[in-house]
Structure formats: structure tokens, C-alpha cells
């Protein structure tokens, strides 16, 4: 089968579930990646990648802000943009497309011709593209409405259920038919524990971007008020990861007088993120609905924290009770709820690897678990397409 895939930035450390993806159907089938950037070449490679940039000017860039702020329709089109992506799809002649991230596809298929429109379509929502965004302004949930009214072959793909609740609670047309749950896929093989042993000192470890919805102002805030409570010299907490907030969560452990318990190592890679895991005996992953909306869809780091045995601490947020049941594979508190968060860290602690944690994880989330099921979805939306086009000539 020969697949298009657009996403607007390929080869970044935040979607390397999007790259890992690809890779593993590159194996299968003929793909061709169209992204308007591309990041570290040397970090994520892959030889059939097109970039098409999609540049305005800023008076343009002005008005579409204004229009979308006052909900009216956007001007999603790009006279050069439309021009390249139009001969690269009656060049490649893909047998299905296959967008990543809703507001971001948009922008793609409304650049596309009618002709390509009859193409099998799939779209995965990752996040905040099926939260935060549909509360900005009621232009992209107009577009996801019209895209999936049921006239062209269609399939959405939601990492959790919680994500595909909340389109069809803005009356997005997403059903059983056209849609499908997919978990992420990790590398089991990589993300295997390889010591299990007693360490003087217990580790707390968090990996993730510092953003507003990972949460790291209350698992700090958390650590403290353990820390106080237990009066504990034999623990630490790791924070590795970069991003907007990393400045103020380092601050913040200052004015809490808990920088010599807090370390923060920097964006790591998938080979230090897993010797980091090898050396913590708990994640952390205190994940909140940000101010304007955004929330997790199936937070990555948590999976491979699961695979490498490790228990887990949380909040009921998106889609992480989804993966973790209450004291089975960790402990699950509501959002922001500090007290009983640090009051979880003293209990923890008397927990040790688990490893049913990695059995769903290598059952449900493996990458040949993936593959296998996004497979069959574009088996099953090809094939439909096929009866619709013979029902058509029939007729």
C-alpha cells in the first residue's frame, strides 16, 4: 500500500511516537512523509521525507489570528503550499493519507483538490488538537464537522477514549464505524528493566517537557510537603526535560528551600531517558488540564515507565485511567490534590517493580501491537472504499 502521511513538524523529540510509527510501517508499506519542517535529520532519520514549507507574511499571519479569534472561517489557503502538495499527490498517487494532528491536517486537506479528497483518510488526534482546541473558537470544530460528515471515506484515530468523547461532545459525526481507539506504540526491547537491586537513595523521576498541563508545579509542591512530613534524607526527585516552565519550576524549588532533593538534568534522549528509568524506583506524572484547555491524550513517558516495571503515580486526567488502575499498576489521585499526592509518595515507597506493568504494556502497547491494529484500520477503510466505488459503478 502507498502512504501519505502529513505532519506539519517531522522529527521532534515531543513526537517521536509519531516518527517510531512511521518507521515501523515503512517496513510495511510504501511511505512518503510530507511535513512543512523537518527536525534533526541525524536524530530521526528517514530517506523519503518532502518538505513544504508553509510560510505567510505577517500582515496574513494577523488577519488569520483575527479571524480565528472572532470565529470566522480562517483563510487556510496557500496558493504555493496548494500548488506543491496537489503535484505530490498526483506524482506519489497514495492508496491513503494519513494526517497527524487534527487542527494540522486541516490545514493540509483544505489545500487538497476535490479530486484527492475521494483518497481513504485517516487522522490521528494526540492531545490538545482534541481539547484545547476545540475551546478556542468554534471554526475548527465547523471544519472537524464538515471533514467527517460521512460523503468521503473517513477514519479517526483517538489514543484514548477520553479524546474521542470530547469530539463527539462537540458534535463532531465520530462513531464506532468511523472511528478507532490506538494506543502508542514504544520499543519493549529498549524499555527493559535489566537490574533490580536496593539503592540507598529512592528516586522519584519525571520525564517530560516542562508545560503547564505535565504538572510539575504540584508534584513539586507534592515532594515538599513529603519531605516535610517525613523529615526523609534518603530520597530525591528527578525532573529531566526541557521547555517554557523549566526556568520557574527552578525557582520554585528554591523559595520551597528543596533545590538539593530536586535534580534536573535537561531534555534527555531515548537512550539516557532509559538509564534514567533504570535507576528510579517510581514515575511521577501529576497531569493537569491547563487555563486554556489543553489536556494529555495518552502521555508516551508513562508507558515506557510502565515497561521498565516501574509504579507510577498520577491524576485521573485524559486518558491516563485508561492505563493505570488504581493500586494495580499505581496510585491515581484528582487533579492538583497535593496533600494526597505527597501522602501517595510515602506510600509508594513500600511498593516495589511490577512486573504486570510490563505485561500491559508488551500486550497492549508494543510497537507490533500498533502496527497490527493501525493496520487493520487502513485495511478496513481501504476495503470499505473499494465497495462504495463498486456499489457506485454498479448502480
Given at each position: 500500500m502507498k502512504v501519505l502521511i502529513f505532519v506539519q513538524k517531522f522529527g521532534s523529540i515531543t513526537t517521536t511516537f509519531i516518527y517510531n510509527e512511521i518507521l515501523e510501517l515503512s517496513r510495511h508499506h510504501n511511505v512518503l512523509v510530507v511535513c512543512c519542517e523537518r527536525g534533526d535529520e541525524e536524530k530521526y532519520p528517514f530517506s523519503n521525507v518532502i518538505t513544504v514549507p508553509l510560510r505567510n507574511n505577517r500582515i496574513i499571519k494577523k488577519v488569520k489570528w483575527l479571524l480565528y479569534k472572532y470565529d470566522i472561517k480562517a483563510l487556510h489557503y496557500n496558493l504555493i503550499f496548494k500548488r506543491k502538495i496537489n503535484n505530490l499527490v498526483a506524482e506519489f498517487k497514495p492508496d491513503l493519507i494519513h494526517g497527524h494532528f487534527g487542527n494540522e491536517s486541516m490545514v493540509f486537506f483544505k489545500n487538497l483538490e476535490k479530486k484527492f479528497l475521494e483518497i481513504p483518510t485517516v487522522?490521528?488526534?494526540?492531545?490538545?488538537?482534541?481539547?484545547?482546541?476545540?475551546?478556542?473558537?468554534?471554526?475548527?470544530?465547523?471544519?472537524?464537522?464538515?471533514?467527517?460528515?460521512?460523503?468521503?471515506?473517513?477514519?479517526?484515530?483517538?489514543?484514548?477514549?477520553?479524546?474521542?468523547n470530547n469530539l463527539k461532545n462537540a458534535g463532531v459525526q465520530i462513531t464506532d464505524n468511523n472511528s478507532d481507539i490506538l494506543f502508542y506504540g514504544i520499543n519493549t526491547n529498549q524499555f527493559s528493566r535489566k537490574r533490580y537491586h536496593e539503592k540507598s537513595v529512592y528516586r522519584f523521576l519525571q520525564i517530560s517537557s516542562f508545560r503547564e498541563k505535565k504538572g510539575h508545579l504540584y508534584t513539586v509542591k507534592a515532594f515538599a510537603k513529603f519531605l516535610e512530613k517525613n523529615n526523609r534524607k534518603n530520597v530525591e526527585l528527578v525532573l529531566a526535560g526541557g521547555g517554557p516552565l523549566l526556568k520557574e519550576i527552578k525557582e520554585f524549588t528554591k523559595k520551597l528551600n528543596i533545590t538539593d532533593k530536586v535534580h534536573f538534568p535537561?531534555?534527555?534522549?531515548?537512550?539516557?531517558?532509559?538509564?534514567?528509568?533504570?535507576?528510579?524506583?517510581?514515575?511521577?506524572?501529576?497531569?493537569?488540564?491547563?487555563?486554556?484547555?489543553?489536556?494529555?491524550?495518552?502521555?508516551?513517558?508513562?508507558?515506557?515507565?510502565?515497561?521498565?516495571?516501574?509504579?507510577?503515580?498520577?491524576?485521573?486526567?485524559?486518558g491516563i485511567p485508561e492505563i493505570i488502575e488504581h493500586r494495580v499498576h499505581g496510585l491515581l489521585t484528582k487533579e492538583k490534590d497535593v496533600d494526597t499526592y505527597s501522602i501517595y509518595m510515602e506510600e509508594i515507597m513500600a511498593w516495589y517493580y511490577l512486573k504486570r506493568n510490563r505485561t500491559k504494556i508488551v500486550e497492549q502497547f508494543s510497537i507490533p501491537a500498533h502496527y497490527n491494529k493501525l493496520n487493520d484500520i487502513y485495511q478496513d477503510i481501504a476495503s470499505n472504499c473499494d465497495r462504495i466505488q463498486e456499489n457506485s459503478e454498479n448502480f
Open positions: 487522522v490521528s488526534f494526540h492531545g490538545y488538537d482534541a481539547s484545547s482546541e476545540l475551546k478556542e473558537s468554534s471554526v475548527y470544530i465547523r471544519e472537524l464537522r464538515h471533514f467527517f460528515n460521512g460523503k468521503y471515506p473517513r477514519k479517526a484515530i483517538f489514543c484514548s477514549e477520553y479524546l474521542r535537561g531534555w534527555v534522549n531515548h537512550e539516557e531517558a532509559q538509564e534514567w528509568l533504570e535507576s528510579a524506583d517510581c514515575f511521577l506524572h501529576h497531569s493537569v488540564t491547563a487555563k486554556n484547555g489543553d489536556t494529555e491524550g495518552m502521555p508516551n513517558a508513562i508507558i515506557e515507565a510502565m515497561a521498565m516495571e516501574l509504579p507510577v503515580i498520577s491524576t485521573v486526567h485524559a
